[in-house]
T-cell receptor, first 112, second 117 residues
Framework: KAGVTQTPRYLIKTRGQQVTLSCSPISGHRSVSWYQQTPGQGLQFLFEYFSETQRNKGNFPGRFSGRQFSNSRSEMNVSTLELGDSALYLC???????????FGQGTRLTVV | AQKVTQAQTEISVVEKEDVTLDCVYE???????LFWYKQPPSGELVFLIRRNSFDEQNEISGRYSWNFQKSTSSFNFTITASQVVDSAVYFC??????????????FGEGTQLTVNP
């Protein structure tokens, strides 16, 4: 069974640009969550999608957005990039609310 | 509000030593789930265990064991006879069961474990 796949693995963007990250969950998983990991703030929850609906949202500015497609694949978008957005972005999929989450290898975003 | 604390930032041991990673959590919910994840240098978080708040039985899986104590709000993780391959960052996480929480995980700060040969 294929795991969670995130693309691209690495990205370098310039301040002010926008970026889209992609996540393909494990087959059959309808919940997809996104996390930001930085040395200073640790692992922080961005948002969760379930059956194409945003179910939960963390404390991030509106520049961070996401969506989920009918095949459960998800994308997250960050507009007007700032240097502080440099981080490892991790996607996780699960069967549902009480199930364990499985993570992808992440997308390492560097903003210069 | 929920919170997870891993007070040990870094631990360094010599191969074959036993090591315990501490995790203390806070939640107002009576139903919740606790997790441990391992993050090797590749970056992917590897799921190790899930525990629900009603199951205080300790669990052993090979060299890994977990001690869940509701009375002290702790969920500690012990690696017996550590190996170099155990070197990684280990995260403890909490998920509340209420509808509005969804699958949201609150993570601790992580403990960097280094096992030296």
């Amino acid at each position: 069974k294929a795991g969670v796949t995130q693309t691209p693995r690495y990205l370098i963007k310039t301040r002010g640009q926008q970026v889209t990250l992609s996540c393909s969950p494990i087959s059959g998983h309808r919940s997809v969550s996104w996390y930001q990991q930085t040395p200073g703030q640790g692992l922080q929850f961005l948002f969760e999608y379930f059956s194409e609906t945003q179910r939960n949202k963390g404390n991030f500015p509106g520049r961070f957005s996401g969506r989920q497609f009918s095949n459960s694949r998800s994308e997250m978008n960050v507009s007007t990039l700032e240097l502080g957005d440099s981080a490892l972005y991790l996607c996780a999929s699960s069967l549902g609310r009480r199930a364990e989450a499985f993570f992808g290898q992440g997308t390492r975003l560097t903003v210069v | 509000a929920q919170k997870v604390t891993q007070a040990q930032t870094e631990i360094s041991v010599v191969e074959k030593e036993d090591v315990t990673l501490d995790c203390v959590y806070e939640t107002r919910d009576t139903t919740y789930y606790l997790f441990w994840y391992k993050q090797p240098p590749s970056g992917e978080l590897v799921f190790l265990i899930r525990r629900n708040s009603f199951d205080e039985q300790n669990e052993i899986s090979g060299r890994y064991s977990w001690n869940f104590q509701k009375s002290t709000s702790s969920f500690n993780f012990t690696i017996t006879a550590s190996q170099v391959v155990d070197s990684a960052v280990y995260f403890c996480a909490l998920s509340e069961a209420q509808e509005t929480s969804g699958s949201r995980l609150t993570f601790g700060e992580g403990t960097q474990l280094t096992v030296n040969p």
